[in-house]
């Protein structure tokens, strides 16, 4: 798996990771968007397609990942951990003392490897993702304290 921060030229490969990760995805304009912002970076893994893609924006000290999504085919095999390590070794270069995420209530294996990296729950948003006929999907809000050691 090679894993690299990613520049606008990646928006399509990343567009398609989120497609098969989320129910309202992204389309490639809103990467490329997003990738030219001021303290925005992204990270794409590849196996040797598209295999997962993250933004995070990290300004005044705090990171938030904006979103995070695996491929269907490449789930259970580190992709995730390899974009949030990148991640927060760079929002920890960046100088942010802390970093947030959302992340669906029901998504168990997001939830416990965003624990096993340290993250804990600081609140929950109720109704925070809109699933269509589906209804609406809790999120938990998890923190993670960038200025103690790495895990």
Known sequence: MNVSFAVPVDAPDMAAVHAQAFDKPWD???????LDGEGIFGVVARDPGPAGALICRAVAGEAEVLTVGVATASRRRGVGRALMEMAITRARSMQAQEMFLEVDVANFGAVALYTSLGFVQTGLRRGYYDRGEAGQADALVMRLDLTSPPN
């Open 28 to 34: 490639e304009t809103d990467f490329e968007d997003l």
